[in-house]
């Protein structure tokens, strides 16, 4: 009996489950600041209560002393209980209705034994939001039943508040956005995409209206398939500053408008419903020839190349470029009307130009186009040794220059410039030899001591 007691005294002293630990909560974060928001919006940001000790702890009370301004509220309508190891949360809200800085104090009082109380600063700034929303109308151009169209629009905040964009309302289900909530900081802008999903190509025109909060509602409008109406650029899908709907025959030819002048490309170019009229290419009387198939008279139907010659009307019917063919040709070329010298056979319009100082083509130029004739005009005849009489740089004497041209027509191209080897050693100026007129001078030639020459190129003279 005297060895019980001591071991039951022992073993009171050494059991600690009777000991009860007391309840503790924390609240984070100890100070809200719900920043600057425009006056009228309502922004909301989360405390969280988080158990650390003890069995399950159960908030309360909530109340929120104002200190300047009484924007700040919390939902005590639903007070948590804590479970040992969990979290929970109260949801604090800001709805200033007037410019300024707020602040207030929010304590909330558990059923801890030590410290129930936990005090949480609240503070934010409202002021009046300024905006601006960009374009005022937001135009998808020309959409066809099937495609979608793409647009959009822009807010800027101008203001020292956020806005909040909350909903966009539209009064035709045929525009959309997926725009959801979103907040537009001081500064920043947003930009809104929008959607247009036609059935048919009639035109149509929308509001989409802009839920901004304290920042009131915005309308921006919409248009699409709306030629008469809208951005005249959209529908001028050419570019020819001219749309369908303002009288383009062809919106997708550039060439193709009212008042562009007719041109020989098988497009109606004026939009007046004919094609290619008045131009070498349309036979504009009918006579089945056009200008560029040989009618030199493409207003009268008599006269084309088919036609036969009337030696008594002053007409050249046939358009061969004699008038009355064979009524008087005193040379017998078969020229009458035209011939410069009617009593020359070998001068007549079309006759081969010879090198023997007549016009034969009856041009008003002797010998153009022959060895006696300056065809470039640099003062040299190819039988006066000009090598090349289509290049006015090149003839006899001129300077001969590093160009691919035997520019002064010695039969020797670029020689005497830098890209040619002069003293033939292999080298030119360009390809560092130091002396083109020294053929034991190069950048391959060894250096000779005491010649006092730079015989390598090397910039050194021994």
Same mark, same amino acid.
């Given at each position: 009996m005297?060895y019980?007691?001591?071991l039951f005294?022992l073993? +009171?002293?050494?059991d600690t489950?009777?000991?009860?630990?007391?309840?503790e909560?924390t609240?984070?974060?100890?100070?809200?600041d719900?920043?600057?928001?425009a006056?009228?919006d309502?922004?909301?940001?989360?405390?969280? @209560?988080?158990?650390?000790?003890?069995?399950?702890?159960?908030v309360v009370?909530l109340?929120?002393?104002d200190?300047?301004?009484?924007?700040?509220?919390?939902?005590?309508s639903? @007070?948590?209980?804590?479970?040992?190891?969990e979290?929970?949360?109260?949801t604090?809200?800001?709805?200033?209705q007037?410019?300024g800085?707020?602040?207030?104090?929010l304590t !909330?009082v558990?059923?801890e034994e030590?410290?129930p109380?936990?005090?949480?600063d609240?503070?934010?700034?409202?002021?009046?939001?300024? !905006?601006?929303?960009?374009?005022?109308?937001?135009?998808?151009?020309?959409?066809?039943?099937?495609?979608?169209?793409?647009?959009?629009? $822009?807010?800027?905040?101008?203001?020292a508040?956020?806005i909040?964009?909350n909903?966009?309302?539209?009064?035709?289900s045929?525009f959309?956005?997926?725009?959801?909530?979103?907040?537009?900081?001081?500064?920043?802008e @947003?930009?809104?995409p929008?959607?247009? $999903?036609?059935?048919?190509g009639?035109?149509i025109?929308?509001?989409?209206?802009?839920?901004?909060?304290?920042a009131?509602?915005?309308e921006?409008?919409l248009?699409?398939?709306? +030629?008469? /109406?809208?951005?005249?650029?959209?529908?001028? @899908?050419?570019g020819d500053?001219?749309?369908?709907?303002?009288g #383009?025959?062809? #919106?997708n030819?550039?060439a193709?408008?009212?008042?562009i002048?007719?041109?020989?490309?098988?497009?109606d /170019?004026?939009?007046n419903?004919?094609?290619?009229?008045?131009t070498?290419?349309?036979?504009?009387?009918? &006579?089945?020839y056009?200008e560029?198939q040989g009618?030199?008279?493409d207003?009268?139907a008599?006269v084309?190349?088919?036609?036969t010659? #009337?030696?008594?009307?002053?007409?050249?019917?046939?358009c061969d470029g004699v008038?009355?063919?064979?009524?008087?040709?005193?040379d017998?070329?078969?020229?009458?009307?035209?011939?410069c010298?009617?009593?020359?056979a070998t001068?007549?319009?079309?006759?081969p130009?010879?090198?023997?100082?007549?016009?034969?083509? +009856? &041009?008003?130029?002797?010998?153009?186009?022959?060895? /006696?004739?300056?065809?470039d005009?640099?003062?040299y005849?190819?039988?006066?040794?000009?090598?090349?009489?289509? #290049?006015?740089?090149?003839?006899p004497?001129a300077?001969?220059?590093?160009?691919?041209?035997?520019?002064?027509?010695?039969g020797?191209?670029?020689?005497?410039t830098?890209?040619?080897d002069d003293?033939?050693d292999?080298?030119?100026e360009?390809?560092?030899?130091?002396?083109?007129?020294?053929?034991?001078?190069?950048?391959?030639d060894?250096?000779v001591a005491?010649?006092g020459?730079? /015989?390598?190129c090397?910039?050194?003279?021994l």
């Amino acid at each position: 009996m005297r060895y019980l007691l001591p071991l039951f005294l022992l073993a +009171c002293q050494g059991d600690t489950s009777l000991t009860k630990v007391p309840k503790e909560l924390t609240v984070s974060p100890s100070l809200v600041d719900f920043g600057t928001i425009a006056v009228g919006d309502t922004t909301t940001e989360e405390l969280t @209560l988080t158990h650390v000790a003890g069995t399950e702890i159960r908030v309360v009370d909530l109340s929120i002393l104002d200190i300047a301004g009484s924007w700040f509220s919390a939902d005590d309508s639903n @007070l948590p209980t804590i479970a040992i190891g969990e979290s929970g949360a109260i949801t604090v809200s800001y709805s200033p209705q007037e410019e300024g800085y707020h602040q207030a104090r929010l304590t !909330l009082v558990t059923d801890e034994e030590r410290d129930p109380e936990h005090v949480i600063d609240l503070r934010g700034a409202a002021a009046f939001p300024s !905006l601006d929303i960009y374009p005022p109308m937001v135009d998808f151009g020309p959409v066809d039943p099937g495609d979608i169209g793409r647009g959009s629009f $822009t807010i800027r905040n101008s203001g020292a508040a956020a806005i909040q964009l909350n909903s966009l309302f539209f009064t035709s289900s045929l525009f959309s956005s997926a725009q959801g909530e979103a907040k537009v900081l001081s500064g920043m802008e @947003l930009e809104v995409p929008l959607l247009y $999903t036609p059935q048919d190509g009639d035109p149509i025109v929308g509001i989409v209206s802009i839920d901004l909060g304290g920042a009131g509602l915005r309308e921006v409008e919409l248009r699409a398939n709306d +030629c008469e /109406n809208g951005e005249p650029s959209l529908y001028d @899908l050419d570019g020819d500053g001219t749309t369908a709907c303002g009288g #383009d025959c062809n #919106d997708n030819e550039a060439a193709a408008a009212p008042g562009i002048p007719e041109s020989c490309d098988s497009i109606d /170019n004026n939009c007046n419903g004919n094609i290619d009229e008045g131009t070498d290419c349309a036979d504009d009387d009918g &006579d089945g020839y056009t200008e560029l198939q040989g009618d030199c008279n493409d207003s009268a139907a008599a006269v084309n190349p088919g036609a036969t010659e #009337d030696i008594s009307n002053g007409v050249d019917d046939d358009c061969d470029g004699v008038t009355d063919r064979g009524s008087l040709d005193r040379d017998g070329d078969g020229y009458d009307t035209g011939d410069c010298d009617d009593s020359n056979a070998t001068i007549y319009p079309t006759a081969p130009e010879l090198a023997d100082g007549l016009d034969n083509d +009856c &041009d008003g130029l002797a010998d153009e186009g022959t060895v /006696n004739y300056d065809d470039d005009g640099d003062g040299y005849t190819e039988a006066a040794g000009d090598c090349d009489d289509a #290049d006015p740089s090149a003839w006899p004497g001129a300077t001969e220059r590093a160009d691919g041209v035997d520019d002064d027509c010695n039969g020797i191209t670029d020689d005497r410039t830098e890209v040619y080897d002069d003293d033939g050693d292999g080298f030119t100026e360009q390809g560092g030899d130091c002396d083109d007129a020294d053929a034991n001078i190069s950048p391959a030639d060894l250096e000779v001591a005491g010649d006092g020459r730079d /015989n390598d190129c090397d910039g050194t003279a021994l």
